[in-house]
């Protein structure tokens, strides 16, 4: 069955840096479209970043672009997201998610994580 198990969260400060990590099983990784999605305290799912299934193709939302830099391991099955220059509106639970679509871009999601939990503060 399909499984996405992130990690790599935690606490950290302002202007600091996390790298989580994304590990799939149960279907071909490499044939789909990956995102990373989070959800903060009372507030609706947001997209932050998407990447093709070659890895060479991305993209950011406008309040992580030029911090955050999505990328992929199709030999580990393993999807990163590298946060930098952090900021407490950052804080928020992350998950990446699986395109619902092989090999097309949809952008819709069909399965995602658990979530790692991100928290920006002093």
């Known amino acids: 069955q399909v499984q996405l198990v992130e990690s790599g969260g935690g606490l950290v400060q302002p202007g600091g840096s996390l790298r989580l990590s994304c590990a799939a099983s149960?279907?071909?990784?490499?044939?789909?479209?990956m995102y990373w999605v989070r959800q903060a305290p009372g507030k609706g799912l947001e997209w932050i970043s998407i990447?093709?299934?070659?890895?060479?193709?991305?993209d950011y939302a406008d309040s992580v672009k030029g911090r955050f830099t999505i990328s992929r391991d199709n030999a580990k099955n393993t999807l990163y997201l590298q946060m930098n220059s952090l900021k407490p509106e950052d804080t928020a639970l992350y998950y990446c998610?699986?395109?619902?679509?092989?090999?097309?871009?949809?952008?819709?999601?069909?399965?995602w994580g658990q979530g790692t939990q991100v928290t920006v503060s002093s």
């Open positions: 149960g279907f071909t990784f490499s044939s789909y479209w």
């Open positions: 990447i093709s299934k070659g890895g060479y193709s991305k």
């Open positions: 998610a699986r395109d619902r679509q092989e090999r097309v871009l949809t952008r819709e999601y069909d399965y």
